[in-house]
């Protein structure tokens, strides 16, 4: 029998005894593994850009920064973390359907590499703030709505009616719109069709055809197509009928559809953005076990954290209930022959980690691990339910945990509330008869 689960040799006990619990623990050695395992494979004309909605913080950024990645931001939070994490503006883009006057400053300052537009009312706006910044050449990318649908996706983002980009068609009649721009110039395409891709011929699909949908609109509108971003969307097997991608598979199609689109478009900048695929496998959300009862013949394990942090845990858009992959980090070796249901501390039947899971014999103390949980964790989660908000983030890097974010205090959430005051005494009642 072995001992309680470790990270690159760190007893996950003693990094609970520590940090307390619950707690994400991020693995750097497996951020890096996965990281470089598809850089390794990747046609070299492509970069790879990490989607900080995945995972906003600032270690993971950095660390994925060091080893060559650029980063796909979506406000004003989210640059200031690259800024900090220290990845270059030149290899920043800033995306979102919805940016706030404040964002259109910032990107039209930052020096990014691209801004993403994704209405032509915005690329509008754009060219208003470039002049008035005095900003002669404001690099953007239009995110494009293909009018080609895909499969295999587990959340479509493109190919139907969505708030997400311009419409493919409306593109193709704007020619007008783009020639009368002095100040923004429009360097190419980006589009994302949809995320949790597990299978190859899908992400090579939809590769090929962006390549090839940015090409005819360069043509079509008279643009010198200086970059492409195909999007990503690979995906992680979180669930017992899933399998991983096929990441050799993926990449020799999607290599060969970049070279043959480069031998029209020579020197083309290629953007593979990827989130989920990068920070998932990396991560391990740890609860202690509060109480294990019985209740009508099901055992629930109730935990000191639940979907308050993991919602993803969930299976958010699945009729049946699914679970992440859940181990017990206090017996890893023993036999998992018991069936549990864990749950959070919340008040809501709805907080459930995972659903008749099965474990070795748990007691309360036991700490159990919710696998892959690197991304869509706290910042895909509403931390303020119940008022616990949100947890320690540990990452161990080179065999030394770093604590990377503090856990919320309640003295911190109420800090940033305020009464409006007692209501003043009531004054004296009128005598008798007295007119008001």
């Not at 719109?177 to 939809?206: E, S, W």
């Not at 910042?379 to 161990?396: I, Q, R």
């Amino acid at each position: 029998m072995t001992g309680p689960h470790r990270v690159q040799g760190i007893d996950i006990t003693a990094l609970a005894e520590r940090f307390g619990t619950p707690l994400y623990v991020y693995d750097a050695d497996v951020l890096r593994d996965v990281f470089t395992g598809l850089r390794e494979r990747l046609h070299p004309a492509v970069d790879v850009f990490y989607s900080l909605k995945a995972n906003p913080n600032v270690a993971v950024c950095e660390r994925l920064g060091s080893l060559g990645a650029g980063a796909e931001i979506s406000s004003l939070a989210e640059l200031m973390t690259v800024r900090r994490a220290g990845i270059a503006p030149e290899d920043v883009i800033f995306l979102g359907p919805g940016k706030t006057p404040a964002e259109l400053e910032a990107c039209v300052t930052a020096g990014l590499y691209a801004v993403v537009c994704e209405s032509l009312d915005e690329v509008a706006e754009l060219e208003r703030l470039a002049a008035a910044h005095d900003v002669a050449d404001l690099p953007v990318l239009l995110r494009i709505n293909p009018d080609f649908r895909t499969k295999g996706s587990g959340l479509a983002m493109s190919g139907k009616p969505r708030q997400f980009g311009i419409d493919a068609e409306v593109l193709r009649r704007s020619a007008g719109a783009l020639a009368g721009l002095g100040r923004v110039r429009v360097r190419g395409f980006h589009a994302y069709m949809g995320t949790r891709f597990l299978n190859a011929d899908d992400i090579v699909h939809n590769t090929r055809e962006i390549l090839a949908l940015s090409g005819e609109l360069a043509g079509r509108l008279g643009i010198d197509l200086d970059t492409v971003d195909f999007g990503g969307g690979f995906g992680v097997a979180y669930f017992d009928n899933e399998k991983d991608l096929d990441l050799a598979t993926t990449v020799d199609g999607v290599n060969e559809a970049v070279e043959s689109f480069l031998r029209e478009h020579p020197g083309c900048r290629l953007i593979n953005e990827l989130g989920r695929y990068l920070a998932a496998p990396c991560g391990t959300y740890v609860v202690r076990a509060l109480y294990v009862k019985e209740s009508l013949g099901e055992t629930f394990v109730i935990a000191d954290g639940g979907t308050n942090h993991h919602m993803a845990a969930v299976g958010i858009g699945s009729f049946v209930k699914r679970n992440f992959p859940i181990r017990s980090l206090s017996r890893p070796a023993e036999d998992p022959a018991h069936t549990y249901t864990v749950t959070g501390p919340l008040c809501t039947p709805n907080d459930v980690v995972g659903k008749k899971v099965r474990l070795p014999r748990v007691v309360p103390g036991d700490l159990i691990g919710v696998e892959r949980s690197g991304a869509y964790g706290p910042s895909a989660s509403p931390g303020l339910f119940l008022s616990h908000g949100y947890p320690a983030e540990v990452m161990v890097h080179r065999g030394t945990a770093h604590l990377v974010r503090e856990r919320d205090r309640a003295e911190e959430l109420l800090a940033k509330q305020h009464t409006v005051g007692p209501d003043p005494a009531p004054g004296p009642a009128p005598e008798s008869g007295a007119r008001p």
